[in-house]
């Protein structure tokens, strides 16, 4: 089945600096990714997602790239601010669901 | 229009009892999932509806857990003889069809069993 892996686990930037969240999948026939937000004590939130006809999607301050032949796709989210912090997760598509990967908590410094 | 909801928000049991969490879907949604989110950890999937049936318990941690679903709508999942470690929030969400959809998230329900 389908195996989501996520790095960093924790990422810590100044305010104004780009964060980078990096994930991997396993299974080559997943065609959805998206990327959610949930910010502490909230429900997970989707900011952005790329199907696998594209290769980078931007939206505002956030952007998706995603590498079909690696089998990896990162977000980035460029001039941080601290409403940015929170937790990031990653997911693929596997036939009728998704597999999340393990998350990121951002933390962005005043 | 309104949101998926669940109920309750928070629910604190004795070990051995059992519970039950509800989850409202999004009207029209056929697709439902439920997931468990330890502190701090991940989301961890458990079963997932397509319209009343359940293609895929999987994630299913043992026997002690079940779901069901009815008219394609409310969906309930039922802990039997509570242990410590279920303690967790238990999100639901839905989307129009599953797979390749975007998944609306509950706001979950934080079960503590003492």
């Known amino acids: 089945g389908e195996n989501v892996e996520q790095h960093p686990s924790t990422l810590s930037v100044q305010e104004g600096d780009s964060a980078v969240i990096k994930c991997t999948y396993s299974?080559?026939?997943?065609?959805?990714f998206p990327w959610y937000k949930q910010e502490l004590g909230k429900r997970p939130q989707l900011i952005i997602d790329?199907?696998?006809?594209?290769g980078e999607k931007k939206d505002q301050r956030i952007a998706v790239t995603l590498n079909k032949t690696a089998k990896h796709f990162s977000l980035h989210i460029t001039e941080t601010q601290p409403e940015d912090s929170a937790v990031y997760f990653c997911?693929?598509?596997?036939?009728?669901?998704?597999?999340f990967g393990s998350g990121t908590r951002l933390l962005v410094r005043p | 229009g309104a949101g998926v909801s669940q109920s309750p928000s928070n629910k604190v049991t004795e070990k051995g009892k059992d519970v039950e969490l509800r989850c409202d879907p999004i009207s029209g949604h056929t697709a439902l999932y439920w997931y468990r989110q330890s502190l701090g950890q991940g989301l961890e999937f458990l079963i997932y509806?397509?319209?009343?049936?359940?293609?895929?318990k999987s994630g299913l941690p043992s026997d002690r857990f079940s779901a069901e679903r009815t008219g394609g709508s409310v969906s309930t999942l039922t802990i039997q003889r509570t242990q410590q470690e279920d303690s967790a929030v238990y999100l639901c969400?839905?989307?129009?069809?599953?797979?390749?959809?975007?998944?609306?998230f509950g706001p979950g329900t934080r079960l503590t069993v003492t």
């Open positions: 509806f397509q319209g009343n049936s359940a293609p895929d």
């Open positions: 790329i199907r696998s006809n594209v």
């Open positions: 997911a693929a598509d596997s036939s009728y669901k998704l597999i």
């Open positions: 299974d080559s026939a997943s065609n959805y």
């Open positions: 969400a839905s989307s129009p069809q599953g797979g390749r959809d975007e998944q609306y």
